[in-house]
T-cell receptor, first 117, second 111 residues
Framework: DTEVTQTPKHLVMGMTNKKSLKCEQH?????MYWYKQKAKKPPELMFV???????INESVPSRFSPECPNSSLLNLHLHALQPEDSALYLC????????????????FGDGTRLSIL | EDKVVQSPLSLVVHEGDTVTLNCSYE??????LLWYKQEKKAPTFLFML????IEKKSGRLSSILDKKELFSILNITATQTGDSAIYLC???????????FGGGTRLMVKP
């Protein structure tokens, strides 16, 4: 078990559905991330939140909508997804100190395995 | 564009063998290099390296960074079947709170 908790663990949805992925951490980390990982590929960064503000969006389609309601929670809202969006979605968090912002290891959750029918 | 390349792509060894995994990189404004182990789910953090020539050790695993030649190695001694996993190398750059991952090395340790 990791200190970053993701729910649900598995999700099957149709292309017209709306669903949300959730991520929670209580390590006091102020940077949180969404990654997408296809089979036999490394994780690809989607979004970065720093102090609850979106700081990086890696040209992700608008059918993925991130939200950071507070410093412990990160959501990913899904709408009108395509079959090629089926993947493992990983959440990660790291400390985000202003002096050494980019020098902290990211800790990953177990992911949500998403299948689009 | 930042680039991280891992080799070999896959490796099959027997218990007790020693393995060396390689990671080379080309990034703008390098800050750190990280190694993760991924089994079925979450990548698990192993090491973070920021300085050249300083070995980091954790049990049978060790890693070192060469910032002049732009590579890192991960050594695993006396391998066990539980070491079977994908080992991911990632490089953090000043460009943002982001990691660029290599393609991973799939290690299988046979009894």
């Amino acid at each position: 078990d990791t200190e970053v908790t993701q729910t649900p663990k598995h999700l099957v949805m149709g292309m017209t559905n709306k669903k949300s992925l959730k991520c929670e951490q209580h390590m006091g980390h102020r940077a949180m991330y969404w990654y997408k990982q296809k089979a036999k590929k490394p994780p690809e960064l989607m979004f970065v939140y720093s102090y609850e503000k979106l700081s990086i969006n890696e040209s992700v389609p608008s059918r993925f909508s991130p939200e950071c309601p507070n410093s412990s929670l990160l959501n990913l809202h899904l709408h009108a997804l395509q079959p090629e969006d089926s993947a493992l979605y990983l959440c990660a968090s790291s400390q985000d100190r202003s002096r050494d912002r980019y020098n902290q290891p990211q800790h990953f959750g177990d992911g949500t395995r998403l299948s689009i029918l | 564009e930042d680039k991280v390349v891992q080799s070999p792509l896959s490796l099959v060894v027997h218990e007790g063998d020693t393995v060396t995994l390689n990671c080379s990189y080309e990034v703008t404004n390098f800050r750190s290099l990280l190694w993760y182990k991924q089994e079925k789910k979450a990548p698990t953090f192993l090491f973070m390296l920021t300085s050249s020539g300083i070995e980091k050790k954790s049990g049978r695993l060790s890693s070192i960074l060469d910032k002049k030649e732009l590579f890192s190695i991960l050594n695993i001694t006396a391998t066990q079947t539980g070491d079977s996993a994908i080992y991911l190398c990632a490089v953090g750059s000043r460009a943002g709170n982001m990691l660029t991952f290599g393609g991973g090395t799939r290690l299988m340790v046979k009894p």
